[in-house]
C-alpha cells in the first residue's frame, strides 16, 4: 500500500464544474508535487510545495489551483477543464527539496474531462 | 535542461530470464538516479536509486549500474517472475538552482514476463 493518498481515485466532471482533488501523506515530507501523466507517457510535474509554499510552477494553465494548507495536505482545484486535460493527476512527496531524495507517489487520481 | 533516453520501448523476455533497461542522461551534474516500477491503475512506485558517488546497488534481483563517465544507467532484473511485468521509469536528478531541482524521466519501458 502507497503511503502517499490521493482522493478521489476516479473523478469525471464537465468542462463548467469545479472540483477539488486531495493528497494527504503522513511520512513527515516537506516537499510535495502535483504531476500529470498521460497514457503511455512519464509524469509530467506541474506544482512543487517546500514546506508549505509554493516552489515551482511548471506554467501551468490557471485552470489548476495548488494548495497547501499544511505539511501533510496538497490540494489540486480545478475550473473550467478542457478534454486534453484528461489524465492521470499523480501527487508525490518527499523528505525535502534536495535533489537526492526519493520522491513517494500515490496512485493518482483518474479524471475524464467530458 | 535534462534530457534522459530510455531504452527499449517494449522488452519481452522468458520467465527466468534476465531483463537489462538501459537510460542516458544529459547533465553531467545529475547526481540522483531512481528507477520507477508502473502497474497498471498505480501510481509509479519507487524500487530501487543510486546516487553518483555509487557505481553498483543491488537489492535482491533487482540491481542498477551508473557510469558516469558515459552518462548512463542501467535496471537489471534477474530472474523474472510474472509479476515483475509493468512499466518502468528512470529518472534523473540535477543540483540545479536550490527549488529548482527535479526529477526528469525517461520514456518508459513496457516489460513482459512469458510465462
Known amino acids: 500500500d502507497t503511503e502517499v493518498t490521493q482522493t478521489p481515485k476516479h473523478l469525471v466532471m464537465g468542462m463548467t464544474n469545479k472540483k477539488s482533488l486531495k493528497c494527504e501523506q503522513h511520512?513527515?515530507?516537506?516537499?510535495m508535487y502535483w504531476y500529470k501523466q498521460k497514457a503511455k507517457k512519464p509524469p509530467e510535474l506541474m506544482f512543487v510545495?517546500?514546506?508549505?509554499?509554493?516552489?515551482i510552477n511548471e506554467s501551468v494553465p490557471s485552470r489548476f489551483s495548488p494548495e497547501c494548507p499544511n505539511s501533510s495536505l496538497l490540494n489540486l482545484h480545478l475550473h473550467a477543464l478542457q478534454p486534453e486535460d484528461s489524465a492521470l493527476y499523480l501527487c508525490?512527496?518527499?523528505?525535502?527539496?534536495?535533489?537526492?531524495?526519493?520522491?513517494?507517489f500515490g496512485d493518482g487520481t483518474r479524471l475524464s474531462i467530458l | 535542461g535534462e534530457n534522459v533516453e530510455q531504452h527499449p520501448s517494449t522488452l519481452s523476455v522468458q520467465e527466468g530470464d534476465s531483463a537489462v533497461i538501459k537510460c542516458t542522461y544529459s547533465?553531467?551534474?545529475?547526481?540522483?538516479f531512481p528507477w520507477y516500477k508502473q502497474e497498471l491503475g498505480k501510481g509509479p512506485q519507487l524500487i530501487i536509486d543510486i546516487r553518483s558517488n555509487v557505481g553498483e546497488k543491488k537489492d535482491q534481483r533487482i540491481a542498477v549500474t551508473l557510469n558516469k563517465t558515459a552518462k548512463h544507467f542501467s535496471l537489471h532484473i534477474t530472474e523474472t517472475q510474472p509479476e515483475d511485468s509493468a512499466v518502468y521509469f528512470c529518472a534523473a536528478s540535477s543540483p540545479a538552482n536550490f527549488g529548482n531541482e527535479k526529477l526528469t524521466f525517461g520514456t518508459g519501458t513496457r516489460l513482459t514476463i512469458i510465462p
Open positions: 508525490a512527496s518527499s523528505q525535502d527539496l534536495r535533489g537526492s531524495q526519493p520522491q513517494h
Open positions: 547533465d553531467s551534474a545529475s547526481n540522483y
Open positions: 510545495y517546500s514546506y508549505e509554499k509554493l516552489s
Open positions: 511520512m513527515g515530507h516537506r516537499a
